[in-house]
């Protein structure tokens, strides 16, 4: 029996690098400035994550980010995820425990946003959540009278943000971590309902990055409307809610955590529409921010 580790980061790699890989193909000249302007920002070192248990290229991507030639937002994707071993404080910004028995509505989401405090480490912080912290770091990034480096720290939050609300399981929970306590069997693999939707579909079905961005940009994201208005994080967290009591539930409930191969087929459409999704709409948003 192999059993897997229980990680609560929103999509793994892959599917970080593939939401900013669809945005990539979607941004226009402007946003492209404006990230080419942004990660050259002086002090840039002060954002390597540093050291990682997990994520062990962390600065090195960093560095090729801020310094390379092209600026692939691809590689620093899942920055946050890294930041976060040394900065646990902001844990909660990667999602919003919606309660899986609530209808999922504006004041149920927000809610749940208010109720995610963080006392540790001389810290007494309110209101950390996916659809708050969006709302924060957002306003800043095309704003030319803030500090270049603060714009640019909050980029990387925001590529990596967009991604996390769009992952259902980080938009709702059944008093089990938001599916970490789910035990399935994936294939002959023993793990968890949150590492399957991050990562384990995502080695199934051998999804590679650019080549699942450039079938997404073909498809899906032709059917996916991409919206920026001041409330469309919280739409978001409401759609992808809904995606999580819909489907993502009782999809397990029905098949008692045994999911097979084509448990996954009937999964993974679902999962690239959650991809296009996030991809569609951080183009956008990086798009409105460079106007």
Known sequence: MLLLPSLSYAWGR?????????????LTPAARQMIDELRRAPGWEQLKPGKSRYFKKADKDLVLFCQ????????????ADAWRERHPETGMYHYVDTPLSSNGSPADVEKACDGQTYRKNGYHLDGLCVVSQLGRFDPWLGDADKDKLKRLEYLLW?????????????????GDKGGNGVPIVLLAKHGNLHWAWDTGFFNVVHARPAELATDLLAHECKDVPATVDGNAPQAWAQESFGVAKDFVYPQVQRNGGQCTREEVDIAWPVVRKQLARAGMRLAAVLNAAAK
């Open 14 to 26: 892959q599917g970080h690098m593939t939401v900013a890989l669809v945005a990539e193909g979607l």
């Open 68 to 79: 390379g030639p092209e600026g692939d937002l691809s590689l620093v994707s899942d920055w």
């Open 158 to 174: 925001v590529v990596h943000l967009v991604g996390d609300v769009h992952q259902p399981l980080h938009c709702a929970d059944n």
